[in-house]
């Protein structure tokens, strides 16, 4: 992390915003204290640092409103943030220290978990890991779940619209979400908590919000839905020869399994390599190395685990008889199913101790993702020598991440600032020739402005920006993040 020496000293106009901010939400909601707001302006990935005037930690709705109206009032932006955990540096402020970072972490409350509507409110504060506790003690489940659900908040997941390893059945955050509540740039509070299944009173502004990374509005409480707890659990781990079989198979265990495949990723040898050298404790399910590896998860809240097992086995003994695989193994107890997802979700951190390396969080259609990966790779590596491109992930729902890992000796932090934008520029445009996104889960953030704004449909960025200059003139909400602001005439 690169700490600050001193934050720059306010003008004269600040030092009343100050004052006025601290009386607000007193010496607990506010501070200029460099030692405690140095920990929240680097992004968790160590990409990005930036200054902040101030911490604010409003502790409801109504301080947040308060606050937001002050701001407007003296013209000081907001950078709104969750856990921190983001992947495109969406929730750090700029160089320029005349932001406030708005913490909502204070904001922390379960309203209600309620097993008869299926249904959850929340604050936007809510740790993720929280929210899947509290669900599953009345015998529910929160169907969305990532890496970082011991820090993600729930206010941050929505404004990013965040995915996991549960999309493929279950949609991303924008499906889990039944009803918002934000406050505008205005101070205004919208409230549109009230879940309905049917609602024609015009354009759906929770959806607008959802997915706009806090330059709409801050997100500060949400109604969300809960599933029945699964009461079967099957997972296996399956080694293949190429990630074509791996969409053949998809597709095989799609018909064979039906709504219970609610996972489906593939690893490739690399990655797996990369997680058994990091991690001491970790065990390749398989006797034999593969090229190719796919993680499937089964889960059901009307069958036993015995019966998905036994109905993944008859859908994986087809698929071996086919020679479409070459060999499996279906996890005896969660604690192997475990063991199993902790390859997966160990993958980032064992390609980051290998050396510098650009992420790429990237989605094509998914009939199309195994010839993308079969062309891009070798392309990126031919025209960056001495690179290595690795896609792993989400294959079920058309969303890889794709990592290029750095030469030999080269110098982290320079080498991304170097070539490193070189290539994500060359795999962002292959990404395009494609028909993909640049951005599948992890949002735009501050990473991916200037290539959203080169690659975009022209038209879509122009709606944004009027959306954006409609609902905040000012240009306050998390200035310099996902949205450009128009050029002046």
């Known amino acids: 992390m690169n700490h600050l020496a001193s934050p720059p000293r306010p003008a004269p106009s600040a030092e009343t915003f100050i004052a006025e901010a601290r009386a607000l939400l007193g010496e607990r909601g506010f501070t200029t204290d460099p030692e405690r707001i140095d920990t929240w ?17 409003p502790a409801s709705t109504a301080e947040v409103a308060a606050l937001v109206r002050l701001c407007a009032a003296h013209g000081v932006p907001i950078v709104p943030q969750g856990g921190n955990s983001g992947m495109a540096g969406g929730a750090t402020p700029d160089a320029t220290g005349t932001a406030i970072i708005l913490s909502l972490r204070r904001m922390n409350a379960i309203r209600s978990v309620s097993a008869e509507s299926g ?18 003690a009345a015998a529910l489940r929160f169907p969305l779940t990532l890496g970082g659900k011991g820090s993600a908040t729930i206010g941050g997941l929505i404004s990013t619209n965040a995915g996991g390893t549960q999309v493929l059945r279950h949609g991303t955050m924008r499906a889990q979400v039944l009803g918002l509540e934000a406050v505008l740039a205005t101070g205004e509070v919208l409230d549109l908590m009230t879940p309905l299944k049917k609602d024609n009173r015009g354009f759906d502004l929770k959806q607008l919000l959802i997915g706009s990374e806090g330059t709409l509005g801050i997100v500060t409480a949400a109604t969300l839905r809960l599933l ?139 009939e199309a993702m195994p010839e993308f990966i079969l062309a891009a790779v070798p392309q990126v590596e031919a025209a960056f020598p001495g690179t290595r491109a690795v896609a792993f992930g989400h294959l079920g729902d058309g969303n890889v991440h794709f990592h290029v890992l750095a030469p030999a000796g080269a110098v982290r932090g320079v080498w991304e600032e170097a070539d490193g934008k070189a290539v994500s520029a060359r795999v962002h445009d292959l990404v395009t020739q494609w028909g993909g996104s640049i951005s599948a889960e992890h949002g735009i953030g501050q990473m991916k402005v200037d290539e959203l704004a080169r690659l975009h449909d022209p038209v879509a960025l122009a709606v944004m920006a009027r ?22 005439a």
Not at 42 to 57: F, H, I, Q, V
Not at 121 to 129: D, F, K, P, R, S
Not at 294 to 305: F, K, R
């Open 119 to 136: 249904q959850a409110v929340c604050e936007a504060g809510v740790i993720l890991q929280t929210l899947h506790e509290a669900a599953e």
């Open 467 to 488: 959306v954006k200059a409609a609902l905040d003139p000012a240009g306050l909400l998390n200035p310099g993040k996902l949205v450009r602001p128009p050029r002046p």
């Open 41 to 57: 302006l680097t992004d968790w990935r160590g990409r990005y640092t930036g200054r902040a005037l101030a911490l604010a930690a």
């Open 228 to 366: 029945p707890a699964a009461t079967g659990r099957a997972t296996a781990w399956v080694g293949l020869g190429g990630i074509v079989e791996a969409r053949t198979l998809l597709r095989q265990m799609e018909r064979a399994l039906g709504d219970a495949l609610e996972g489906f990723e593939v690893v490739p040898a690399h990655c797996l390599d990369s997680v058994l050298a990091h991690e001491p404790a970790a065990r390749a399910p398989l006797a034999e190395r593969h090229a190719w590896n796919a993680l499937i998860e089964c889960v059901s809240p009307s069958q036993d685990s015995a019966v998905l097992r036994e109905a993944l086995e008859a859908a994986l003994a087809a698929a071996f008889e086919e020679e479409l695989i070459a060999d499996a193994v279906i996890a005896a107890n969660d604690t192997q199913a475990e063991a199993f997802w902790g390859l997966r979700e160990g993958i980032s951190a064992a390609e980051r101790a290998l050396g510098p390396a650009m992420q790429h969080d990237i989605s094509v259609p998914v």
